[in-house]
Protein backbone atom coordinates (compact mmCIF):
# COMPACT_ATOMS: atom_id res chain seq x y z
CA UNK A 1 0.00 0.00 0.00
CA UNK A 2 1.40 3.48 -1.01
CA UNK A 3 -0.14 6.69 1.07
CA UNK A 4 -0.19 9.82 -0.91
CA UNK A 5 -0.48 13.50 1.02
CA UNK A 6 -0.71 16.63 -0.86
CA UNK A 7 0.07 19.84 0.61
CA UNK A 8 0.14 23.31 -0.90
CA UNK A 9 -3.31 23.98 -2.05
CA UNK A 10 -5.09 27.69 -1.16
CA UNK A 11 -6.70 30.56 -2.72
CA UNK A 12 -5.31 32.84 -4.85
CA UNK A 13 -6.01 35.71 -7.50
CA UNK A 14 -5.51 35.09 -11.19
CA UNK A 15 -2.35 35.60 -12.33
CA UNK A 16 -0.77 34.10 -8.93
CA UNK A 17 1.03 31.35 -8.45
CA UNK A 18 0.77 28.17 -6.38
CA UNK A 19 2.99 25.02 -5.56
CA UNK A 20 1.48 21.86 -4.58
CA UNK A 21 3.43 18.91 -3.29
CA UNK A 22 2.49 15.38 -2.79
CA UNK A 23 4.58 13.19 -0.47
CA UNK A 24 4.20 8.97 -1.14
CA UNK A 25 5.02 6.63 1.70
CA UNK A 26 4.72 3.10 1.96
CA UNK A 27 5.56 0.42 0.05
CA UNK A 28 6.62 1.78 -3.12
CA UNK A 29 7.49 0.46 -6.59
CA UNK A 30 9.96 1.93 -9.25
CA UNK A 31 9.98 3.03 -11.56
CA UNK A 32 6.47 4.85 -11.48
CA UNK A 33 4.26 7.61 -12.93
CA UNK A 34 3.32 10.14 -10.65
CA UNK A 35 1.94 13.39 -11.20
CA UNK A 36 -1.56 15.55 -10.81
CA UNK A 37 -5.20 15.21 -11.76
CA UNK A 38 -8.03 17.75 -10.84
CA UNK A 39 -11.78 17.43 -10.68
CA UNK A 40 -13.65 20.72 -10.56
CA UNK A 41 -17.52 20.64 -9.34
CA UNK A 42 -19.83 18.57 -11.67
CA UNK A 43 -16.90 17.70 -13.90
CA UNK A 44 -14.97 13.90 -14.14
CA UNK A 45 -11.07 14.16 -13.09
CA UNK A 46 -8.87 15.32 -15.37
CA UNK A 47 -4.91 15.15 -16.02
CA UNK A 48 -3.49 18.06 -15.32
CA UNK A 49 0.52 16.54 -15.56
CA UNK A 50 2.87 13.36 -14.98
CA UNK A 51 6.18 12.96 -14.64
CA UNK A 52 8.00 9.19 -14.83
CA UNK A 53 11.09 8.07 -12.59
CA UNK A 54 13.06 8.99 -15.45
CA UNK A 55 11.77 12.45 -15.86
CA UNK A 56 9.65 12.36 -18.77
CA UNK A 57 6.26 14.51 -18.41
CA UNK A 58 3.22 15.30 -19.88
CA UNK A 59 0.81 17.93 -19.78
CA UNK A 60 -2.54 18.73 -20.65
CA UNK A 61 -2.63 21.28 -23.33
CA UNK A 62 -4.62 24.17 -21.15
CA UNK A 63 -1.85 23.94 -18.29
CA UNK A 64 1.11 24.07 -20.99
CA UNK A 65 3.61 26.78 -20.69
CA UNK A 66 2.16 27.87 -16.85
CA UNK A 67 2.32 24.51 -15.00
CA UNK A 68 5.60 22.43 -14.21
CA UNK A 69 5.65 19.22 -13.28
CA UNK A 70 8.71 17.53 -10.72
CA UNK A 71 9.72 15.05 -8.65
CA UNK A 72 12.62 13.93 -6.10
CA UNK A 73 12.96 10.36 -6.46
CA UNK A 74 15.12 9.91 -3.68
CA UNK A 75 12.28 11.64 -1.34
CA UNK A 76 9.75 10.38 -3.11
CA UNK A 77 7.85 13.74 -3.89
CA UNK A 78 6.16 15.16 -6.66
CA UNK A 79 5.78 18.99 -7.34
CA UNK A 80 3.36 21.41 -9.31
CA UNK A 81 4.58 24.58 -9.83
CA UNK A 82 1.49 26.67 -11.45
CA UNK A 83 1.93 30.08 -12.59
CA UNK A 84 -0.39 32.76 -14.50
CA UNK A 85 -3.74 30.87 -12.47
CA UNK A 86 -6.97 31.34 -14.12
CA UNK A 87 -10.24 31.33 -12.16
CA UNK A 88 -11.17 27.79 -14.56
CA UNK A 89 -8.04 26.31 -12.85
CA UNK A 90 -9.75 26.07 -9.75
CA UNK A 91 -10.87 22.46 -8.88
CA UNK A 92 -9.82 19.77 -6.03
CA UNK A 93 -5.91 18.73 -7.32
CA UNK A 94 -5.49 15.07 -6.75
CA UNK A 95 -1.83 13.50 -6.64
CA UNK A 96 -1.46 10.02 -8.29
CA UNK A 97 0.95 7.19 -8.35
CA UNK A 98 0.89 4.69 -11.08
CA UNK A 99 3.19 1.65 -11.46
CA UNK A 100 1.45 -1.09 -13.88
CA UNK A 101 -1.86 -1.87 -12.76
CA UNK A 102 -1.43 -0.33 -9.28
CA UNK A 103 -3.06 2.87 -8.85
CA UNK A 104 -2.85 5.24 -5.86
CA UNK A 105 -4.50 8.65 -4.83
CA UNK A 106 -4.29 11.23 -2.76
CA UNK A 107 -7.03 12.82 -0.82
CA UNK A 108 -6.50 15.61 -2.80
CA UNK A 109 -6.10 19.49 -2.17
CA UNK A 110 -8.33 22.65 -3.07
CA UNK A 111 -7.22 25.43 -5.36
CA UNK A 112 -9.43 28.20 -5.41
CA UNK A 113 -8.54 30.99 -8.36
CA UNK A 114 -10.52 34.37 -7.96
CA UNK A 115 -11.16 36.63 -10.77
Known amino acids: QVRLVESGGGLVQAGGSLTLSCAASGNIIKPNVMGWYRQAPGNQRDLVAT???????NYADSVKGRFTVSRDNAKNTVSLQMNSLKPEDTAVYYC?????????WGRGTQVTVSS
Open 51 to 57: ITSFGDT
Open 96 to 104: KQAYRQLVY
